[in-house]
């Protein structure tokens, strides 16, 4: 296993496209034979594709591949498209903004050659980071691992062997969601830790409404079961409310307490309007990824592709 893809699907990564080909030709150059790097430009509006373009190679072993997109696909969809021009022994995902350290690929394919389909690269929690996102990634981590009916990695960073690769190549739907296709593959896994180094140029592009999209489509990607909860929410509602309607009946009937007002109907209005509003908004969002995969569209376009 001396040869290996490295995939690195960028977006407005201009500033930090060289870094990153440095960078893993300092740190892996010595461990493997050929090093084929696969940029997918996710529709950048920078010159991120001219910086690639204009990259000279580092090594003999190292390689270099433009594959433009015309378009944001999104970054499942720009890794997808590189898996489907991968041919390595290894496969490794990795991001371009220089945060994940390439050094621990070079763990990650020792640990394949030990007889692991897959190895997860999954970040420790950031020493700074602010107690709302620690909070809010634990229990969003936990609520997936529920959802999907065992463990989940919630990591994009990750090396894996050439059958895993095969077996990826085989999924077209349009609503591609890598993580939860590499756990759905039920192939032998392991985790490993790092420590995320910090962004040196650019800024990060998950900002909150972009997390909040990733946990919806990750939600419903995995699992059917946002649709079992949504009828579970039905049931416990109406139970609440006949023992509550009881409970007021007894009152008003052995006790004489006059039943409850205008505030008490507006609350219980308004509550069970939204648990009907999120409800429907899970059912629509099913029925819309529904709706597109019936078009039975291509999952990407490539504009054009360059061997640098």
């Known amino acids: 296993m001396n040869n290996i893809d490295i995939l690195i699907p960028v977006c407005n990564e201009q ?29 950048s509006t920078d010159n991120t ?90 229990f969003f981590t936990k609520f997936i691992s529920f959802l999907f009916g065992g463990v989940f990695h919630l990591t994009d960073y990750k090396v894996i062997d050439s059958k895993t690769v095969g077996m990826i190549k085989l999924f077209k739907e349009v609503n591609f969601f890598n993580r939860g296709i590499v756990e759905l593959i039920g192939l032998k896994s392991i985790v490993i830790y790092y420590n995320p180094l910090r962004r040196i140029h650019g800024e990060s592009k998950y900002s909150f409404f972009n997390a909040l999209k990733l946990a919806i489509n990750s939600s419903i990607s995995v699992s059917l079961k946002p649709l079992r909860i949504s009828i579970y929410f039905g049931f416990i509602i109406s ?17 004489g307490v006059p039943i409850l007002g205008f505030a008490t109907i507006a609350l219980a209005t308004i509550f069970l309007g939204g648990i009907q509003l999120i409800c429907l908004g899970v059912i629509s969002e099913y029925l819309g990824k529904t709706f ?17």
């Open 15 to 43: 500033d930090n496209v060289k870094p990153v080909i440095q960078k893993i030709h300092s740190s892996l150059s010595g461990s493997f034979n050929n090093i084929n790097v696969i940029f997918i430009d996710d529709g």
């Open 49 to 138: 594709s001219e910086v690639i373009s204009n990259l000279k190679k580092e090594s003999e072993s190292l390689n270099i591949k433009l594959v433009k997109l015309t378009t944001n696909f999104g970054k499942d969809l720009a890794i997808k498209c590189g898996m489907d021009y991968s041919s390595a022994d290894l496969c490794a995902i990795i991001d371009g903004d220089l945060q994940q350290p390439p050094e621990k690929i070079i763990e990650a394919s020792n640990l394949i050659k030990q007889g692991y389909n897959v190895v997860h690269i999954e970040k420790k929690a950031y020493k700074n980071a602010r107690i709302f996102r620690r909070v809010g990634t634990f």
């Open 239 to 255: 139970a609440i409310s006949f023992i509550f309607g009881l409970f007021i009946l007894y009152q008003k009937i052995f006790i």
């Open 292 to 308: 597109i995969e019936s078009k039975n569209r291509p999952q990407y376009m490539i504009d054009y592709i360059k061997e640098i």
